[in-house]
T-cell receptor, first 112, second 111 residues
Framework: GAGVSQSPRYKVAKRGQDVALRCDPI?????LFWYQQALGQGPEFLTY????????KSGLPSDRFFAERPEGSVSTLKIQRTQQEDSAVYLC??????????FGPGTRLTVL | DAKTTQPPSMDCAEGRAANLPCNHSTISGNEYVYWYRQIHSQGPQYIIHGLKNNETNEMASLIITEDRKSSTLILPHATLRDTAVYYC????????????FGTGTRLTIIP
């Protein structure tokens, strides 16, 4: 596709459920980023991959959050035992190394 | 923490130039200034970036002061579709590529 795609676009989970959010980056983009955006706030960095290597995971808020990119393309952000404070929009971005990242539309997660 | 300071909100009349300021007084020599915007319910959109020279593209112009401690994003002829939150971000040339967003400027274009 022409841009970064994310699925699902909307996810409702009951507290305690596990969720998996998918990101399809632009073809050929080596770098991939995940961000969390709470309502009314700017995006907060979660983690960063170059190909399949996770180079920075300093923004993951707890060990319930896990991201992977096993083949250096599609990435999945997994949240275990979801809590209400996990409700947010999760944004994925991709880029060629050193160039401006392009963002997807985001997945809006609501935890009830 | 974000290394930039922006006014929380601004208004601009439709058809006029919108000038959005950003302070980045602690910027280092190996850091670029990037601008993104986020229209309601969409992902952030890349606008422009620069190191020390002024830059222009089809969307906007970026003016960086000689000491590089501040910059201004200029939208030359604002339209209603330019209503968005605008983020000024400092990013290193090499190393960790993450973007660190602040709170941005909410720009409202007035008809």
């Amino acid at each position: 596709g022409a841009g970064v795609s994310q699925s699902p676009r909307y996810k409702v989970a009951k507290r305690g459920q596990d969720v998996a959010l998918r990101c399809d980056p632009i073809s050929g983009h080596v770098s991939l980023f995940w961000y969390q955006q709470a309502l009314g706030q700017g995006p907060e960095f979660l983690t960063y991959f170059q190909n399949e290597a996770q180079l920075d995971k300093s923004g993951l808020p707890s060990d319930r959050f896990f991201a992977e990119r096993p083949e250096g393309s599609v990435s999945t952000l997994k949240i275990q035992r979801t809590q209400q404070e996990d409700s947010a929009v999760y944004l994925c971005a991709s880029s060629l190394v050193g160039l401006a990242p392009f963002f997807g539309p985001g997945t809006r997660l609501t935890v009830l | 923490d974000a290394k930039t300071t922006q006014p929380p909100s601004m208004d601009c009349a439709e058809g006029r130039a919108a000038n959005l300021p950003c302070n980045h007084s602690t910027i280092s020599g190996n850091e670029y200034v990037y601008w993104y915007r986020q229209i309601h319910s969409q992902g952030p959109q890349y606008i422009i970036h620069g190191l020390k020279n002024n830059e222009t593209n089809e969307m906007a112009s970026l003016i960086i002061t000689e000491d590089r401690k501040s910059s201004t994003l200029i939208l030359p002829h604002a339209t209603l579709r330019d209503t968005a939150v605008y983020y000024c971000i400092v990013r290193p040339l090499w190393g960790n590529e993450k973007l660190t967003f602040g709170t941005g400027t909410r720009l409202t274009i007035i008809p």
